[in-house]
């Protein structure tokens, strides 16, 4: 037997992008690569990328410049970019870095067997069509070797929102949701590979409207109750949610269906409705309140998590103000916040830009402000039970790591507990990343 090629893939981005390495590694070793962790050992690297805000594209270009040196010594390394910068700019990337020997993007990925094998011949591949068919249905099916406990399974991709500054609806591509019975097999699968929880993924994931197996639409609810009826599945979460798609059901499956942990991640971007209104959200900042008003009601001690942008065009200090309300009455367990990044082709990049510093400014004062609420929630846990999945050993000898139901990293010395099991922790102390426990 000859000697495996080695596949080295740096994935960057969302979870989704994690995903997509994990089926496009799949679908490369049915071409004899095998995956390795150094990049200098590698026959072909892949760069999975991230086009939401400049910064992440840019590190794709300079990713790209230090892995060009590589082909001095191994002239048949081949060079691939996929991911989202490679849907946004194509062939440019190939121009702007003529190292690329091959370009794909997200929908494409079952074509990347053949364009490896273009590539090989000398000649460069490039791949950026927004296909009829299924790329999971053409993709590789996968290995049947064992896994972690926690996995993510994309049910629903793409976007139709549109919100003014965002990149997705055109690197993703209109919303395609995977039919129910896809899910429920590719669910078992991972069950049987040592999987405990999977997280459900979608750009716009509860707007999930796959075919069930009678041909009728199914709900992103009704597909939790049917994964709900996995034996050995343990876990069920999603991400990310749009406020406006919060079916009531949903809310119900949060109060009703046990294996849905209490986390809820839901970007709202600002709490102000002008700027919500150009930013073309199609909520209010107080239907989001009453939103979580009603979800809190179903599931008194859920998480709440969201994502926030700020200094978006026009946006005034009365404006940035209003979204500073908006986080002190949520009280976020998590948030995510990020400095708003003018990406072309998006309405909002032909606005008024705020002024940079202003922006730097706002960012910290809201950062500060999630920082304490994140902390207060984790000091809140002190002395609580909770449930912990355990996925890997601590960095301390004896030392076990794991999930919270609430997603908190929760580590146990001196554990006697297996990987993939849950098992009840009392919390004794809470530091900046993570919780401190014994086993009850
Ligand atoms: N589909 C999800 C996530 C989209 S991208 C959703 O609808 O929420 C993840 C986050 O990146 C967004 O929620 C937003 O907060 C941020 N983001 C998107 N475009 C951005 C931009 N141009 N500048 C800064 N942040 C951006
Ligand atoms: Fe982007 Fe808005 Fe779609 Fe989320 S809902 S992916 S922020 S366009
Ligand atoms: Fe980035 Fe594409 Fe995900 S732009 S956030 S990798 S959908």
């Known amino acids: 037997m000859s000697t ?8 960057y981005g969302c979870q989704m992008n994690v995903y997509d390495s994990e089926r496009m590694a799949e679908a490369l070793g049915g071409q004899g690569y095998v995956e390795t962790t150094s990049a200098d050992e590698a026959d072909m690297i892949l760069l999975n990328t991230c086009h939401i805000r400049e910064k992440a594209a840019e590190k794709t270009y300079s990713e790209l410049g230090r892995l060009k040196a590589l082909k001095k010594d191994k002239p048949d390394l081949k060079i691939g970019v996929a991911g989202c910068v ?3 700019e194509g062939a440019e990337i190939m121009r702007r870095q003529p190292a690329v020997d091959l370009v794909v993007g997200p929908q494409s990925y079952h074509r990347l067997p053949e364009m490896e094998a273009k590539t090989r011949t000398g000649a460069t591949a490039l791949d950026t069509d927004f296909p009829e068919e299924d790329k999971f249905e053409k993709l590789a099916s996968r290995p049947k070797a064992k896994r972690g406990p926690s996995a993510f399974l994309t049910v629903q991709e793409g976007c139709d929102k549109f919100c003014a500054f965002c990149v997705v609806p055109y690197t993703r591509g209109a919303e395609v949701s995977r039919p129910v019975s896809r899910i429920l097999d590719e669910a078992r699968d991972l069950v049987e590979r040592g999987v405990r929880e999977i997280t459900l993924l979608g750009q716009n994931v509860n707007a999930y409207h796959g075919a069930g197996p ?3 639409d199914y709900t992103l609810a009704k597909l939790i109750w049917d994964l709900d009826r996995v034996d050995g599945l343990e876990r069920i979460r999603f991400t990310t949610s749009h406020p406006n798609d919060m079916t009531d059901d949903l809310i119900e499956a949060h109060g009703t269906c046990a294996k849905l942990m209490p986390y809820l991640h839901l970007p709202v971007q600002s709490g102000s409705d002008r700027i919500l209104k150009r930013m073309n959200r199609s909520h209010t900042a107080d239907s989001y309140l009453r939103l979580i008003e009603r979800i809190r009601a179903a599931r008194p001690d859920i998480v709440m998590s969201g994502d926030f942008i700020v200094g978006f065009p026009e946006e005034t200090e009365a404006d940035f103000q209003a979204t500073l309300d908006l986080v002190e009455e949520v009280n976020y367990g ?10 072309p082709g998006t309405p909002a990049a032909e606005r008024a830009q705020v002024d940079v510093a202003e922006a730097d400014d706002r960012l910290q004062r809201l950062q500060a402000l999630i920082t304490q ?7 809140d846990m002190v002395g609580r039970t909770v449930h912990v999945l355990f ?35 009392r919390i004794t102390s809470a530091s900046t990343n993570s919780l401190a426990g014994v086993l009850v």
């Open 373 to 379: 609420q994140q902390h207060a929630i984790q000091n």
């Open 214 to 216: 009678d041909g009728s």
């Open 334 to 343: 998590y948030a995510y916040s990020f400095k708003y990044s003018t990406r």
């Open 391 to 425: 996925e890997k050993p601590g960095r301390l000898a004896g030392q076990m790591g794991g999930k919270s139901e609430y997603l908190h990293a929760v580590h146990v010395d001196n554990a006697n507990v297996e990987i993939g099991q849950i098992a009840p922790v």
């Open 86 to 88: 490679a849907q946004a």
């Open 4 to 11: 495996p090629k080695k596949l080295f893939i740096k994935t």
